[in-house]
């Protein structure tokens, strides 16, 4: 089994990214003291913290996980590719459903708990694969564990105000990130102790007691019914919704899994025991800027921070084809962060201001079914072109996928 060495790393000072969390979750739940009652804070604690719990033992995982796939079950670029999006592409289906169903029922809860579980199980699977096709199922029942996104999700529009959304959903952003930068530390520093396998079987722990907070903490209210003027609002607005998901899609078919940009690094020079520190620069500046952007999308508008978010993918994708040099490598891991925490927040504030309240759980099931459908042809096309014409290509291809995005979000009206 190769080995990863422990790296120090010197003038990252993760501190600044907890200290930043916790006052600006603070200044959060202040602000809404006087609008909103005592449960609602308990529910966006709790999923806040269930958040970081989940992306905690996520991220135990994700720094090693091109690594464990191609070096340990010896897979190539395509079939990398292949793992990453086939889980994406095939749970993208349930998504919808569980949104669905969702509405359908008013249940919300049991998808959140049961989809943390899922992501338990899975890693325990990842821990006892010998072979790369049996990552297969276990990555497919790893990502069905997004079943609790949807519902979650509506549970955090209904809650929210326009004026507010952005920030919650940057405040939940900004925790799985924080998470994700704990969970990177934890690999880093306990990958020499424990190796691969121990480290999956240790990366569920988190996710379960997520499980149990949610079954504790949250209690569900059925959502209200439309008024008429919302009905009239929601129909209006189909038309921009559905545009919304064309142009979501033509980007989603171009953004890649970040694992490329994982072995962009390796190639270019840095060594394997690197690799998870550049992925834990990501994670921090993720997780820095998950927050303000979603503020700033309340303040104005989600269709100028998910302009910002494009932009800022597109610099990733010029840094790679016209740089070669160590910083710039380093500064692309950095763009990719603040990439991140843009386009989520404001993405998911716009599709929960198109949405009609009792359907909200419906359009975002079915927003996150068609990226995830993408998933699969953009990472099997992406280590296509990598293993076929060269590294720059599919960066170029994103590129250009992504200035087509950018010209259908001109006609997308901001309902903000």
């Not at 799985?176 to 690999?187: E, K, M, N, R, S």
Request: glycine share 8%.
């Amino acid at each position: 089994m190769k080995r990863i060495p422990i790296v120090p790393i010197h003038g990252l000072d993760i501190q600044i990214v907890f200290n930043n969390f916790q006052v600006e979750f603070k200044w959060i739940i202040d602000k809404m003291t006087n609008q909103q009652s005592a449960q609602t804070k308990k529910t966006v604690k709790t999923f806040a913290l269930a958040s970081f719990l989940n992306d905690l033992g996520s991220d135990i995982i994700y720094p090693i996980w091109p690594l464990f796939v191609t070096s340990v079950l010896g897979a190539n670029m395509a079939v990398l590719g292949l793992i990453d999006g086939l889980g994406e592409a095939v749970v993208s289906i349930s998504k919808a459903l569980s949104g669905y169903i969702s509405d359908k029922t008013k249940k919300r809860k049991i998808f959140i708990w049961t989809g943390y579980l899922m992501g338990a199980i899975s890693r325990i699977g990842y821990a006892l694969s010998t072979a790369w096709p049996q990552l297969i199922p276990f990555r497919i029942l790893d990502r069905a564990g997004k079943i609790r996104s949807a519902p979650r999700d509506a549970i955090v529009a209904d809650i929210s105000t326009p004026k507010t959304r952005g920030k919650i959903f940057g405040l939940l952003r900004s925790a799985d990130h924080l998470g994700a930068v704990f969970g990177i530390l934890i690999c880093i520093f306990f990958f020499n102790i424990l190796g691969y396998r121990l480290l999956f079987a240790l990366a569920a722990i988190p996710s379960l007691v997520a499980a149990l907070l949610i079954i504790r903490n949250i209690t569900e209210n059925k959502p209200r019914a439309r008024l008429k003027s919302e009905s009239e609002k929601a129909h209006k607005l189909n038309r921009n919704f559905i545009l919304f998901l064309i142009l979501s899609a033509v980007f989603a078919i171009g953004s890649f899994s970040y694992s490329f940009l994982m072995i962009y690094a390796k190639e270019f020079g840095f060594r394997v025991s690197f690799v998870p520190v550049l992925y834990l620069v990501y994670s921090g500046a993720a997780s820095l800027s998950a927050l303000p952007f979603g503020k700033l999308a309340d303040r104005i508008g989600r269709k100028a921070v998910l302009m910002i978010a494009f932009c800022l993918w597109v610099l990733v994708g010029l840094i790679v084809v016209f740089t070669h040099h160590s910083a710039a490598v380093v500064m692309i891991f950095i763009l990719f962060g603040m990439h991140k925490g843009a386009i989520e927040p404001a993405q998911k504030a716009f599709v929960s201001d198109m949405a009609p309240v009792e359907l909200r759980a419906s359009y975002l099931g079915t927003y996150q079914m068609v990226i995830g459908l993408c998933a699969l042809p953009a990472s099997v096309i992406a280590g296509l072109l990598w293993d076929n014409v060269g590294v720059n290509m599919p960066f170029i291809v994103s590129i250009g996928l992504t200035g087509i995005a950018m010209g259908l979000l001109l006609f997308i009206k901001d309902s903000n």
